[in-house]
């Protein structure tokens, strides 16, 4: 079974600038969640969708952030405009379904460097 | 969201057992238990979930206690690949069943 693709695996970009990543979940998988894991903490949760809709996005910095999951499979999540505060890695995952006895699978994430 | 505290890191031997604690003393009877793990350079991995009884997997084992507020993550013979820092965390359908990730336990283990 194949498991959840990212792309791309690093980007280097200057302050100001947009950035887009792209996740692929594994297939038949309803849940997916996006993650901001900043060096040495534990990933934080931007925003969660079950098939397309959004079912939370509380931590999601809305002024810069945005994601969107088109006819519930991929998804891509944008910043615009970037700042030296969102380098870090953005780990994609998906689930079953929404239940507290799925695990989520993730994927390898997307390191940023914001210069 | 009920909280979970982890020794911040363990240090094991390769080919022992390695006994990883996690107090919740907060949690709610509809509270999941879960382990995932973050080897070096990697995205999370899941280990072992559980609600209220012990359980097995091919990976690991959770023990629960009798009144929930603490559990332990079991490796039956540690190895190299073990290596990593291990998170127990708690996730139920009021909050969506997301997983709110702490600082987790490094595990290192020697050789």
């Known amino acids: 079974e194949a498991g959840v693709a990212q792309s791309p695996r690093y980007k280097i970009i200057e302050k100001r600038q947009s950035v887009a990543f792209w996740c692929n979940p594994i297939s038949g998988h309803a849940t997916l969640y996006w993650y901001q894991q900043i060096l040495g903490q534990g990933p934080k949760l931007l925003i969660q969708?079950?098939?397309?809709?959004?079912?939370?996005d509380s931590q999601l910095p809305k002024d810069r952030f945005s994601a969107e999951r088109l006819k519930g499979v991929d998804s891509t999540l944008k910043i615009q405009p970037a700042k030296l505060e969102d380098s870090a890695v953005y780990l994609c995952?998906?689930?079953?379904?929404?239940?507290?006895?799925?695990?989520?699978?993730f994927g390898p994430g997307t390191r940023l460097t914001v210069t | 969201d009920a909280k979970t505290t982890q020794p911040n890191s363990m240090e094991s031997n390769e080919e022992e057992p390695v006994h990883l604690p996690c107090n919740h003393s907060?949690?709610?009877?509809?509270?999941?238990i879960h382990w995932y793990r973050q080897l070096p350079s990697q995205g999370p991995e899941y280990v072992i979930h559980?609600?209220?009884s012990n359980v097995n997997n091919r990976m690991a084992s959770l023990a629960i206690a009798e009144d929930r507020k603490s559990s332990t993550l079991i490796l039956h013979r540690a190895t190299l690949r073990d290596a990593a820092v291990y998170y127990c965390i708690l996730n139920s359908g009021g909050s969506n069943y997301k997983l709110t990730f702490g600082k987790g336990t490094l595990l290192t283990v020697n050789p």
């Open positions: 969708f079950q098939n397309n809709g959004v079912v939370d």
């Open positions: 907060t949690i709610s009877g509809t509270d999941y």
């Open positions: 559980g609600l209220t």
């Open positions: 995952a998906s689930s079953l379904e929404l239940a507290g006895g799925n695990e989520q699978y």
